[in-house]
């Protein structure tokens, strides 16, 4: 299930300059202006079943959300809209809210009011693209409560040691860089980022190539329809 509550982004780090959403070839290219969409209450929607005579929500109980994948929840474009958009979440205890951010150091003025040690139904993924950002954001992200937290590596743009970092992280993700553009992501990082998961007993996965993807020194350009498929094909992802 998706929930775009707003959309538009803007560049803040290196990982954006070929976004794939917003970046120089992507089919929504130059919208980087957030707005509120006509999404903002989907999941409070319901729809009657007159066979049943109930009411029941659109979105049904015990499904992931993925929320704001086509901008960030913490933009400050969107302060307006959040507090609102936090009590929908509250309001829909049954569901899990994902989002992933670049702006975890906002992390701290959009909460609600109520957040204490976070709510049961929201993950929060912090993305890392190299060791310079790992090394600014995941501090920030791990002294953070929250109740459930993951790492996005994407795109890999270099080789991350997380180590410092994996206490309390429940999985890891890895991707290369989709586009024209793209730079290249190698599998050696993806392994070794996979190996200290292993250590600290953190679950991993591997989700996509990207475009320009080296493994045993060869540089191979993957379609895009491929790249998911063959980060699954080879079978390195672990459950922690």
């Known amino acids: 299930m998706v929930w775009e509550p707003w959309t538009g982004c803007y560049k803040i780090s290196d990982g954006c300059t070929y976004c794939y959403y917003y970046g120089l070839y992507s089919k929504r290219c ?108 995941l501090p920030l992200f791990t002294s953070f409560p929250i109740k459930h937290r993951f790492i996005a590596c994407g795109p890999l743009l270099s080789n991350i040691n997380l180590t410092p970092y994996l206490h309390n992280i429940e999985l890891v993700t890895t991707s290369g860089e989709t586009g024209r553009e793209a730079r290249e992501c190698d599998y050696n990082w993806i392994l070794n980022i996979r190996e200290q998961c292993e250590k600290a007993d953190v679950a991993f996965e591997f989700r996509s190539t990207g475009s320009q993807f080296r493994k045993d020194s060869v540089l191979y350009n993957i379609n895009p329809k491929m790249q998911h498929r063959l980060a699954c094909e080879t079978n390195i992802n672990s459950v922690g």
């Open 30 to 137: 130059g919208q980087n202006e957030v707005v509120k969409t006509d999404d903002f209450y989907k999941p409070m929607e319901t729809i009657y079943m007159p066979r049943k005579k109930i009411t029941k929500y659109k979105m049904e109980s015990g499904k992931t959300v993925n929320t704001c994948f086509t901008t960030d929840f913490f933009i400050p474009e969107a302060d307006e809209w959040r507090t609102e958009a936090w009590n929908i979440i509250k309001q829909r205890p049954d569901l899990n809210f994902l989002f992933i951010t670049k702006r975890i150091d906002r992390f701290p003025i959009s909460l609600p009011n109520d957040w204490g040690e976070g709510y049961d139904n929201v993950t929060i993924g912090c993305t890392v693209e190299n060791q310079d950002l790992a090394d600014y954001r």
